[in-house]
T-cell receptor, first 107, second 120 residues
Framework: DIQLTQSPSFLSASVADRVTITCRAS??????LAWYQKKPGKAPKLLIY???TLQSGVPSRFSGSGSGTEFTLTISSLQPEDFATYYC?????????FGGGTKVEIK | EVQLVESGGSPVQPGQSLRLSCVTS????????MHWVRQGPGKGLEWLSY??????????AASVKGRFIISRDNAKKSLYLQLNGLRAEDTAVYYC????FGSGTYIWQWGQGTLVTVSS
């Protein structure tokens, strides 16, 4: 099974900060990686697919990069509505897996 | 408008069974593969199961294989998950998701979820 390791698991930041979250895969997954934002009581919101393609309607402050085993999600200027938990997901092979999550909280 | 609406979640006792449904609209259901994912209280997202558009292929996570059964009815545009032998650790919000293959990769659309609580 492919393991996804997200870091950090918790992040405290201020509005307007630049935030970077890393997702490492235990084996190569080319660019079969997605990033989601999850808020309590809400469905996961797709932010990035194919490792770097911004989903329609998602603000351009979100960006994704990487391929193979190393991926990053960057929020260029954190906004109040961005405080949430973020998950990466590999869609390369079954069983599909998610990273453990990164909770972004207000400093 | 694409819609995926889960239902069937409820409080149940350990060992009991439950059938979750995901009724869809706004797209050609029979052309798309579907998934179930869950999130337990205070836990991360966990992929559970996959079914191909024609039900010819199914996959399960090790944690539910042999207890959960995925199925679909293309005529009713509906996806199902039969949950058997429920345990306390199965307590979670269960989501269905539609898989779209585009731009050389997979893109998911999610429902809003249904809550299953397993407790004595």
């Amino acid at each position: 099974d492919i393991q996804l390791t997200q870091s950090p698991s918790f992040l405290s930041a201020s509005v307007a900060d630049r935030v970077t979250i890393t997702c490492r895969a235990s084996q190569g997954i080319t660019t079969y990686l997605a990033w989601y934002q999850k808020k309590p009581g809400k469905a996961p919101k797709l932010l990035i697919y194919g490792a770097s393609t911004l989903q329609s309607g998602v603000p351009s402050r979100f960006s994704g990069s990487g391929s193979g085993t190393e991926f990053t999600l960057t929020i260029s200027s954190l906004q109040p509505e961005d405080f949430a938990t973020y998950y990466c997901q590999q869609l390369h092979s079954y069983p599909l897996t998610f990273g453990g999550g990164t909770k972004v909280e207000i400093k | 408008e694409v819609q995926l609406v889960e239902s069937g979640g409820s409080p149940v006792q350990p060992g009991q069974s439950l059938r979750l449904s995901c009724v869809t609209s706004g797209f050609a259901f029979s052309s798309y593969s579907m998934h179930w994912v869950r999130q337990g209280p205070g836990k991360g997202l966990e992929w559970l199961s996959y079914v191909s558009s024609d039900s010819s292929t199914m996959y399960y996570a090790a944690s539910v294989k042999g207890r959960f059964i995925i199925s679909r009815d293309n005529a009713k545009k509906s996806l199902y998950l039969q949950l058997n032998g429920l345990r306390a650790e199965d307590t979670a919000v269960y989501y269905c998701a539609r898989e779209i293959f585009g731009s050389g990769t997979y893109i998911w659309q999610w429902g809003q979820g249904t809550l299953v609580t397993v407790s004595s």
